[in-house]
């Protein structure tokens, strides 16, 4: 049975789901093109943290340094000071002493 969405007033929610879902896609798209083409081709020493707890950090990173000149034009010291901002200060477990 056929429900108009203007006479049922789910026109918006309809749209909303629609967006969501394109949304959804795209974001599926982007990581599987970070995944096999990316990450691989760039920094393939970061495929392991991709599917780990550190997603979000290494997501970060890869958004605050896209590429290799993002990185270089620090020095290391200056690098690792803006590093430290994206990837956080870990704080020691009364447990792991």
Do not use: C
Request: charged share 20%; net charge negative.
């Amino acid at each position: 049975m056929y429900h108009d969405p203007l006479i049922h007033q789910i026109n918006d929610t309809q749209e909303l789901s629609q967006t969501h879902y394109q949304i959804s896609q795209h974001k599926v798209r982007i990581q599987h093109s970070i995944m096999t083409h990316y990450l691989p081709l760039y920094f393939p020493e970061a495929q392991r943290f991709f599917n780990s707890s550190r997603t979000e950090w290494l997501t970060t990173m890869l958004v605050r340094f896209p590429v290799l000149t993002a990185i270089t034009r620090y020095s290391l010291e200056e690098f690792i000071e803006e590093a430290w901002d994206v990837v956080g200060r870990k704080l020691l477990s009364p447990y792991n002493s």
